[in-house]
């Protein structure tokens, strides 16, 4: 199950969420919280379990998170071929650190995607610096699909890093999907030994999957600068 599920099944409720693209946006979340008053749920817009089987039944499977899908929706976008997409949707949320070309920008694009999902969520107020992101929301003991994982590069001990998204593991790696990786939006690998934590939105109820076995495949990176 993913958005596409839940936004057909909120318009077959009657419950208009526009247009059944799989992107959580404004008007999704909107007919989910007229959904959830209807059922005397907390209409706070979010998929959560007891909101998943009032909609879908008892056999539906938790969809990957709202931030996630915002995030894969951009794969592919490269900082110099696609400069001026890239820039209008970093820029979408009514933040962004500048030109991509020029500047690391593995951070705006984590913001942008949370900032549109959770427009609730509290963000650091320098979140392009990578290693700031390990004081957003709340840390995570494993990871699971979703999870901000932060990341030094350069030296352990130094102030560089990367972030993005955890989408899967294999035996030596984590798989991450980000900005700033080959310059463009793509899913990368990333030694498990340069994590320095795993992050997960406040504003969110805490996963209820943990990691997920991938095979050891695609680009290993060492340097995502």
């Known amino acids: 199950m993913d958005w596409i599920d839940i936004q ?3 318009d077959a409720a009657g419950f208009r969420p526009g247009a059944i693209d799989g992107i959580p946006g404004r008007r999704t979340r909107a007919a989910l919280m007229r959904f959830q008053a209807s059922r005397n749920l907390t209409p706070d817009g979010i998929a959560g379990p007891v909101t998943l089987r009032a909609l879908m039944g008892a056999g539906c499977q938790w969809p990957e998170p709202s ?27 009514g933040h962004t650190l500048g030109d991509p070309a020029r500047l690391p920008w593995c951070g705006d694009f984590v913001e942008t995607a949370l900032a549109l999902a959770l427009p609730a969520e509290v963000l650091h107020t320098n ?58 939006v793509s899913v ?3 030694a498990r030994e340069r994590l320095l934590g795993f992050r997960w939105p406040a504003s969110m109820p805490l996963p209820l999957t943990g990691p997920v076995t991938l095979t050891a495949e695609g680009q290993v990176t060492t340097n995502e600068a």
Do not use: C
């Open 8 to 10: 057909r099944a909120l």
């Open 67 to 93: 931030w996630l899908t915002i995030a894969r929706s951009k794969m592919g976008l490269h900082e110099q071929r696609d400069r001026g997409g890239l820039m209008a949707w970093l820029r979408s949320d």
């Open 127 to 184: 979140p392009y610096l990578a290693r700031n992101w390990l004081r957003f929301g709340v840390p995570l003991e494993r990871p699971s699909v979703g999870a901000v994982a932060v990341f030094w590069r350069g030296a352990r001990t130094g102030s560089s890093g990367h972030v993005g998204f955890y989408v899967g593991e294999d035996a030596d790696h984590y798989h991450i999907l980000g900005g700033n990786q080959a310059n463009m």
């Open 188 to 190: 990368v690998r990333i």
